[in-house]
């Protein structure tokens, strides 16, 4: 068994945290982020909770902040423990590591803080924490755990029924990178004021617009926020190049541009973590190239495979759920209304959650440095593409808070839909009907390109249809016209 010091060790000292080296990074960045989900937490309720999100995005940074805030409440610093479990194998050394630390405070009822990054590295840790739990080891306990895989994290924690102990919400939590509206609270402080003004931090502000556009109305907090237009795209169009990433938005913060280093180190942990479930480097950059090359295009299983050295179209179809667990790439599915879900086996939409994340993924699988081409990318027809990419994973946040739930499932509630004659970018499903939104990046557009909404909302008397457009904002019989940048800030 591992034994712990305990004769005053360094980690015991509340002050020591502001000399962690994610908290002087964080502290050091020209933008600081934190992440509205940092307060989603009950730190005083019997919980597991999980966090899961991609490589990069800051998962560490936030348990430091969270022990940083519980220190600041002057929380025993004893009754704070924080592991990374890089190097831990199997349940058995998990247990006793946490074991340690637990013997320290057993003459101490106060609630202890577990901290566990990167658990995922730990195979069937699930088993460890089952032993904690069913041994009463964890009463009076707060525990989170970290993985960068959706699909380990989440399987792992349904091994776990009836041992997550109190929440009244969601115990799965994901981070992803920053979306828009958060992009434009940490990098301008008069929008900070104004989200904060408006009330949009609260979902239930947010969806009420939502709610209020579907009803064919323009929301008053619309009409200020236009106000703001000018500065809105100007972030926006920084959004497109650095995505919601924090070390490439502190790059551009103060360079002007994204460092290689900053795109290589995204690209090798990311492709190393995915290797570990035995899937073939090959495999992985050509199958990227095939979906950037047809992104937010309709494709089949066997229209991807071609061009590539995959020999059967199940293999591209695992492929794609490994990047759609790794949160790289949104598979979208067409909407069956017969059957009111996905339709899987007619053709997808391949979406990517994060403009950093695609520019890093673009410049390695072509070979090019990846700052030059992210611009070369975005003075063409490849922009309009990604900003729907963008509305896309915005989507299934709203998806999201409309039904927050630890079984949340994106394509289930995030669809497109076709006819004969017509189509939707995207449809959310709901309770009765079906919201569309449809992106026509430009200035205008006409009756003919949107036609696909009236198909779709045909017999939903008081539903219309969402355009998401550059810069035009209106109101006609049965759709609203948006722009991505106030759109964008309201979800």
């Known amino acids: 068994m591992l034994s712990l010091p305990t004769q005053n060790p360094w980690w015991l000292k509340a002050e020591a945290i502001e000399s962690d080296s994610k908290i002087v990074e964080f502290l050091e960045n020209p933008v600081k982020w934190e992440p509205r989900i940092k307060f989603v937490f009950n730190m005083e309720a019997d919980s597991v909770y999980t966090l899961r999100g991609p490589r990069q995005v ?3 940074t936030l348990l430091k902040l969270l022990i940083r805030d519980l220190l600041r409440r002057d929380v025993d610093p004893r009754k704070i423990f ?48 089952k032993h904690l739990h069913d041994t009463g080891r964890l009463h009076n306990t707060t525990l989170i755990l970290t993985g960068s895989h959706s699909l380990d994290i989440r399987r792992a924690a349904e091994r776990l029924p009836g ?63 236009s106000l703001y237009s000018d500065r809105l795209y100007a ?18 913060a103060r360079y002007g541009e994204i460092r290689q280093e900053t795109y290589s180190t995204y690209v090798q942990v990311t492709i190393g973590d995915i290797l570990r479930w035995d899937k073939r480097e090959i495999y992985i950059a050509q199958l990227l190239k095939r979906v950037i090359d047809t992104l937010s295009s ?82 063409g027809e490849g922009k309009t593409r990604l900003v729907e990419s963008v ?71 008081d539903t219309n249809g969402i355009v998401i457009t550059r810069d035009l904002m209106s109101k006609e019989k049965g759709v609203i016209s948006i722009p991505a940048h106030i759109f964008l800030t309201l979800i």
């Open 298 to 379: 309709q494709v089949s299983w066997r229209s991807l495979r071609k061009g590539t050295d995959i020999g059967h179209e199940t293999t591209v179809s695992d492929y794609i759920d490994v990047l759609k667990s790794s949160f790289i790439l949104c598979p979208l599915y067409v909407l069956d209304r017969s059957r009111r879900g996905p339709n899987y086996s007619k053709e997808k939409k391949i979406h990517f959650r994060d403009p950093f994340i695609f520019h890093a993924l673009n410049g390695w699988v072509n070979q090019t440095p990846s700052y030059p081409e992210t611009l070369n990318f975005l003075s």
């Open 235 to 252: 972030h926006f169009n920084d959004y497109l190049i650095t995505g919601g990433v924090p070390r490439s938005i502190n790059d551009y």
């Open 391 to 461: 509305v896309c994973d915005h989507l299934i946040r709203l998806a999201y808070n409309i039904y927050p739930t630890d079984e949340f499932e994106p394509t289930m509630n995030l669809m497109y839909w076709k006819s004969k004659k017509s189509e939707v970018d995207f449809v959310i499903k709901t309770n009765a009907e079906y919201i569309p939104f449809e992106v026509k990046y430009s200035s205008s557009f006409t009756r003919g390109e949107i036609n696909g909404i009236y198909s779709l909302t045909n017999g939903y008397r």
């Open 82 to 129: 924080y592991w990374a479990c890089d190097l831990i194998e199997g349940p058995k050394g998990l247990v006793n590591i946490v074991e340690d630390f637990l013997e320290l405070n057993r003459f101490n009822e106060e609630r202890r803080y577990i901290f566990l990054d990167e658990i995922s590295a730990v195979k069937d840790w699930q088993r460890g924490i």
């Open 163 to 225: 041992r997550r102990g109190q929440s009244t919400g969601p115990v799965d939590k994901v981070l992803l990178p920053m979306k828009f509206a958060e992009y434009v609270e940490a990098r301008d402080k008069e929008l900070e004021r104004l989200i904060d003004d408006l009330d949009l931090r609260r979902a239930d502000k947010r969806i009420a617009l939502i709610e209020e556009m579907t009803k064919g109305e323009i929301p008053r907090t619309l009409d200020e926020l």
């Open 58 to 60: 800051g998962k560490t």
